[in-house]
Each structure stands twice: as C-alpha cells, then as structure tokens.
C-alpha cells in the first residue's frame, strides 16, 4: 500500500534578466498560455514562472518530470535565467512588478483583478517570494486498513477527511522541523526589505544582504507571506465543518481598510474582488492546506465541504539553490516519512493555548533555529530544537523502515539519517551551506543566488530535452492556447456577472 502513495510538486521560479533584476517581458508564447497550460503557469506576477508536475507513485517520475520543464523552458527564455532561491533578487518599486496576465475571458480576468488586489493589499514585493508545494495523499486501500483496524463506521471519504485533518494538525505542531532542515532562505537582498521594519542585520560591514546569525528560512518568518490583517484570522483545523465555517466567515466579513482601497478606480477598474478579510480562499497564507480538485467555475471551499479531502499540500518548502531544480529526492524522501508519520501518529485536536505556541514556534525557528540553544515550546514546557528534533526523527524510524520495506530500498533511512546529521550538527543544513559559500567567496547574497542561477542555467542548458519531448510540450502549449480562446469564446456574461455569481 505504501507504494501507491502519490505526490506532485508546484515549484515557482522568477524569470529574472542578465543582470539580476526582475524580468518585465511578457510570459513566453512558446511556453502557451498560462491560463490553461497543465505544467507550465505564473504565480503572482507575469515574471513568476509555476511548474505543475503530474500525481505519481514515483518519486523519480515526479523529479524526471521537473527536470523535462525546467529543460523544455529554458529552450526558449530569451536571455533570461530562472532565480534558484526562494527570496527574490533585485527589485525595484511595486510599479516595476508585473502582475500575472490571464485573457480576456472572465476567468482569465478574475485571476488578474484577485492579483491586482494583493498588491494593493500587501505590496508587490512580498509577491515575489517562491516556494515548492509538496502535494501529498495515500490510497484509498490504506485508509480502509486504518478505518477496519480503528473500529469506525463513518463512510470511507469521511473518514479519510478527518485523517487529513488530524494529519495537517500534527504537521502544524511539527512543522518547525521542516524549516530547520530544509530551509534555504537565511538571507536576502536589502532592496526587499526598503521601507519596511526588520530585525535583520547586516552580513558585513559594506554588504547589502541582510540576515540574522541562526536564520532558516526568511520566507517564513515576518518578511514573508504574512499580514497583519490575517493575524485576526483563527483558522480552525479541528474538522471539516470548523475550517469550512471559520474560512467562509473571512471571505465574507468586511475589512475596514480594504473599504478604504475601494472595490473599483475612477475609470471603473477593479482594485480588487471584494473588500472583505479574504478575496478568495487562496489568500489565506498557510503553511498547510486540505485540497479537492474542483470543478470549473466552483470555489475551493464548495468542493471541500461538498466532497472532502482528496490531498493535501504542503507550503513551507524552500527553493534549494544547491539542487537542480530546486529539490531532490532526498528531500521528497524524507517529506513523505514526515506526512505518513504526521498521518499515523494520534492526534489531539488543537486548543487556544496550542494555538498561539504553534506561530511563536515557526518564529523562533525563522530566526535563530540553528542555534543549539533555541528553546521551543512543546507543552507546557520549554526544550531545546535539537532535542525535540532528535526526539521526532527516532519516532519517524518505524515509518522509514515501513517504506523502505515497501520499495525494498534502503533510501528513507538514509534520508531519515540525512536529516538527522542536520540535527546533529547545524553546518550541515542548506542554510548554513549557503551562508558558508557567501563568507568563503566573499559574495553578497544576490551574488551568490546569482551564480547559482547561471550553474543551473549552464545544467539544463547542457542537453536539450529529446525531440520527442520538445514536441510533447509544444503541443501542450498549442492545446493550452486553444483552450483559452475557447474559454474567451464561450463567454455569455459580463464580468460583473460572471463575479457576483462567482
């Protein structure tokens, strides 16, 4: 059963130029539209590419896979390269970052005017950060196993929505882990904090990075994807019903300072969907999410409370600028032990109390995680990172056998192993690595994501992808434009319309 697990990544990637600075040119006609384009898409601004792997059981499938779009793209990236790290490189003003362009057609619209929205709600800049969601689910015949041994009677979708649920709540709890060990964002350019207040300090005397000693991963702290609007958001991830209620009430509650925005300009132009909390349900920034793939035209809350949990998907993953592509196998490896360990171990429903630790964890972690020193709270009680972390690791061995007993391998012990060496010794983790290379070459932290971008440039750029695999998705590209002018074409009400039933 173990073996059916599937997974898939969503890795985003800034087009940046030559020289750095963040690409203004249109997303690229050979790459199709990006509106409908199953693999290749943008995030929030025209210039942040998002691959799409497809669900597989297969880990080097999934990677292979990355590796084909990232080649296929850079066959037509006019001089322009991928940024490898999560925090982005050197940016101008909020004017100077173009927002995501969709179509004329009424979807295509929306997805723009939500874009717009975030930048008038949160600024540009904060939309530029990237990351890796890791998208998760285990078979159907394992969560009968589990429903059979358990005694419960529920019907099997049912019972599998609660598994998730009580899977994601033990990720909150844990999630800390993953910044330590595979956070890779423990600098950034002084241009993305212009303005703002910050705890961070320089590299060195004359530097223009920023960072703190012990940081992990910057994109998760503060600097990050974080509002003060959200801050009055509790999420409840206890049930279904709870999050579905909790969420709904943010999209539906007015928000006096995006009153103040307004809904539309002088010449009629929207400025954002609406004014409450949250436009949409992806504007709630979390490290975690229950999905379900949902119809055309329904919201993701509808397809959630209407069908349950299909999958989960995990946020909180850096870009690795030491792999190509972003992540390798080691990392999926160990991802996987930690959601099956998250998903197996029992799991209480979350409190107030629990509630308020979880964000002054991740905090602390963000900022001084690798320091051996770094107290976090479990309980009532106060421990060391490393000791918590080794604490879980050994709890995750039974899970790592398991697997590796499934794929007859010996590879998630390893990964297991890998991590735990991380623990043991904070040099060995991707944030430290990097701020090492910086010291050792005397870089800043734009010139070392700088060389890293062209290493990785200079890989996919080696062999081009085959001539049966440029064909494959060049026709996806034409499919994807055919798609969107069909979409445009089948338009019957106006945007206003289309939004208020919406």
Known sequence: MLT??????????LRVSQSGHLATSAHPQELGSALTHPSITTDYSEALLEFITSPSTSIDEVLEELDEIHRFTYQHLD?????????????????????????????????????????????????????????????DELWLELQVASGDEQSLQDYKTQGYFATIRNFRRYSWLLLYLLGAAPAVCKSFVRGREHQLEQVNKDSHSLYTPYATSLRMGDLGYQSDAQSSLVVCY??????????????????????QIGLKDEQGNYKQLNTALLQIENEFYS????????????????????RGVEYIEVRCVDLNPL??????????????????????????????QEYLRIPENIRRTVYHGRNPET???????????????????AAMQPVAKRLDEAHQSSDYIQALMTMQQRLEDQQATPAATLLREMSENNETYFAMAMRKACEQRDHFCAQAPSAETMARYADLATESKQQQAAIEASDSLSFDEFLAAY
């Not at 982005?88 to 009424?106: E, M, R």
């Not at 929306?110 to 890796?132: P, S």
């Not at 206890?238 to 009153?259: H, S």
């Not at 107290?375 to 690791?393: D, F, K, Y």
């Open 79 to 139: 001089n322009e390269l991928l940024w490898v790290s999560s925090m982005p490189c050197q940016l101008g003003d909020d004017s100077s970052i173009p927002v995501g362009k969709y179509g004329t057609s009424n979807i295509g619209k929306m997805k723009q005017v939500y874009r717009v929205g975030l930048g008038h709600r949160y600024g540009r800049l904060m939309q530029t950060i990237a990351g890796i969601h890791y998208n998760f689910s285990v078979p």
């Open 238 to 259: 206890n049930n279904l019903q709870q999050y579905v209620t909790t969420l709904r009430a943010a999209l539906e509650k007015p928000y006096p300072a995006y009153d």
């Open 323 to 352: 792999v190509p592509g972003g992540i390798d196998a080691t990392t999926m490896r160990f991802l996987d032990t930690f959601l099956l360990f998250c998903l197996l171990q029992d799991s209480a429903d979350t409190n107030n």
């Open 375 to 393: 107290l976090l709270l479990n309980g009532a009680e106060e421990v060391t990172l490393p000791e918590w972390g080794h604490s879980l690791i």
């Open 287 to 306: 490290s975690i999410r229950p999905k379900r793939t949902a119809d055309s035209g329904e919201t993701p809350l509808h397809a959630l409370e209407s």
């Open 4 to 13: 059916g697990i599937i997974r898939g990544i969503e890795k985003e990637s």
